[in-house]
């Protein structure tokens, strides 16, 4: 079975400030890891992956990722936020080894990130 | 545009009046699933398609139907909806294969209301 976690419901930080969303799964096997981000009114759209290779993953708007195998973790990053990065973020896994391909990704619950000027 | 499109995006209906709600992808995605989004509980997964004419359950599927009758279409049905289907409901597409990463497209969402 595949889980993940988003143990903060919200996260708030200061325009300029850097941000760390945090995700922590679980897989029996190698995981696939996604970040999804949802604005107001809108669908969720991807912003990164980690699949293979490097740790550190680049996405769009400036966000990274850390994949860190030892704490199954794979926080989401940013160096400096924006107001306009203040969105629902989801985190998403998918077991590798999983032979149940239609239980393609599971998410999250979501955590809200504010960024205030 | 390579998308995932979904009709309405917003509905309002009564309880018991059967509603499509439809969802269309121009990615020749083999993969099609259909998620509810609740404040706290994430997006769980409703229904889902692996190719034309095989469709499975999800976490979920309880007061719902679909069929995927051709590769693009996978719409979302209910026969009788009532109050606790009250919901964001998002379609979303995938490649299969051993060339894909799972990675998920995601149409912009339906807001159904049940009074």
């Known amino acids: 079975a595949q889980s993940v976690a988003q143990p903060e419901d919200q996260v708030n930080v200061a325009e300029g400030n850097p941000l760390t969303v945090k995700c922590t799964y679980s897989?029996?096997?190698?995981?696939?890891l996604f970040w999804y981000v949802q604005y107001p009114n809108r669908g969720l759209q991807f912003l990164l992956k980690y699949i293979t290779g490097d740790n550190l993953v680049k996405g769009s708007y400036g966000f990274e990722a850390e994949f860190n195998k030892s704490q199954t973790s794979f926080h989401l990053k940013k160096p400096s936020a924006l107001v306009s990065d203040s969105a629902l973020y989801f985190c998403?896994?998918?077991?590798?080894?999983?032979?149940?391909?239609?239980?393609?990704?599971?998410f999250g619950g979501g955590t809200r990130l504010m960024v205030k000027p | 545009e390579a998308q995932v499109t979904q009709n309405p995006r917003y509905l309002i209906t009564v309880t018991g009046k059967k509603l499509t709600v439809t969802c269309s992808q121009n990615?020749?995605?083999?993969?099609m699933s259909w998620y509810r989004q609740d404040p706290g509980l994430g997006l769980r997964q409703i229904y889902y398609s692996m190719n034309v004419e095989v469709t499975d359950k999800g976490d979920v599927p309880e007061g719902y139907k679909v069929s995927r009758k051709e590769k693009r279409n996978f719409p979302l049905i209910l026969e009788s909806p009532s109050p606790n289907q009250t919901s964001l409901y998002f379609c979303a597409s995938s490649l299969l294969g051993e060339s894909a990463s799972y990675e998920q497209y995601f149409g912009p969402g339906t807001r159904l209301t049940v009074t």
């Open positions: 990615m020749n995605h083999e993969y």
């Open positions: 897989v029996s096997g190698n995981p696939y």
């Open positions: 998403a896994v998918r077991d590798i080894s999983s032979s149940n391909a239609g239980n393609m990704l599971t």
